[in-house]
T-cell receptor, first 110, second 116 residues
Framework: AQRVTQPEKLLSVFKGAPVELKCNYSYSGSPELFWYVQYSRQRLQLLLRHISRESIKGFTADLNKGETSFHLKKPFAQEEDSAMYYCALRGGGSQGNLIFGKGTKLSVKP | KAGVTQTPRYLIKTRGQQVTLSCSPI?????VSWYQQTPGQGLQFLFEYFSETQRNKGNFPGRFSGRQFSNSRSEMNVSTLELGDSALYLC???????????????FGAGTRLSVL
């Protein structure tokens, strides 16, 4: 079964501390992995995706096929990073829908 | 470029009624997907339309239906509303339904449906 697991509902860190939001997935083929972010009172928006291998707002994520993980990392958290973060998977072929994890609420304290 | 537009933003209905939600995708996007977001279940896929055809469907009862028009605008309908249908309904548009670089899903602000 296709599944995305985000084990932490809430992650609280202090400003300047490193952040790692965990994401594990279950999929038999080669999925596409995404991180979406939802800031307070804003719509869900794409943060980054594994195929582009880019860093957005200081965040990076590496797809580890052996561990079936796609953890999101940032070396120094900022208060403006406080938001809900969703890991999502899209299977191959003609199915374009996203399978989301339950989300992790990141709170960055001053 | 205007983003994904969903109307109405808020709806209050009573059990047994039906409701229609509307989604206008980003100009040039031909795929529209619908998701239900609840505190308990999170974001769950409802269905996806591309070129007026339903391409994919999630695990929801037949009371949930949708359609897409020739201008790519989409509507979803929920009949015989139940209390458990209270949720935020999100629409997402993308260039195409297939995977690949162009197929990033852009989300609307959602329609919050409350069933009393």
């Amino acid at each position: 079964a296709q599944r995305v697991t985000q084990p932490e509902k809430l992650l609280s860190v202090f400003k300047g501390a490193p952040v790692e939001l965990k994401c594990n997935y279950s999929y038999s083929g080669s999925p596409e992995l995404f991180w979406y972010v939802q800031y307070s009172r804003q719509r869900l928006q794409l943060l980054l995706r594994h195929i582009s291998r880019e860093s957005i707002k200081g965040f990076t994520a590496d797809l580890n096929k052996g561990e079936t993980s796609f953890h999101l990392k940032k070396p120094f958290a900022q208060e403006e990073d406080s938001a809900m973060y969703y890991c999502a998977l899209r299977g191959g072929g003609s199915q374009g829908n996203l399978i989301f994890g339950k989300g992790t609420k990141l709170s960055v304290k001053p | 470029k205007a983003g994904v537009t969903q109307t109405p933003r808020y709806l209050i209905k009573t059990r047994g009624q039906q409701v229609t939600l509307s989604c206008s995708p980003i100009s040039g996007h031909r795929s529209v997907s619908w998701y239900q977001q609840t505190p308990g279940q999170g974001l769950q896929f409802l269905f996806e339309y591309f070129s007026e055809t339903q391409r994919n469907k999630g695990n929801f009862p037949g009371r949930f239906s949708g359609r897409q028009f020739s201008n790519s605008r989409s509507e979803m309908n929920v009949s015989t509303l139940e209390l458990g249908d209270s949720a935020l309904y999100l629409c997402a548009s993308s260039f195409s339904y297939a995977g690949g670089g162009k197929n990033i899903q852009y989300f609307g602000a959602g329609t919050r449906l409350s069933v009393l």
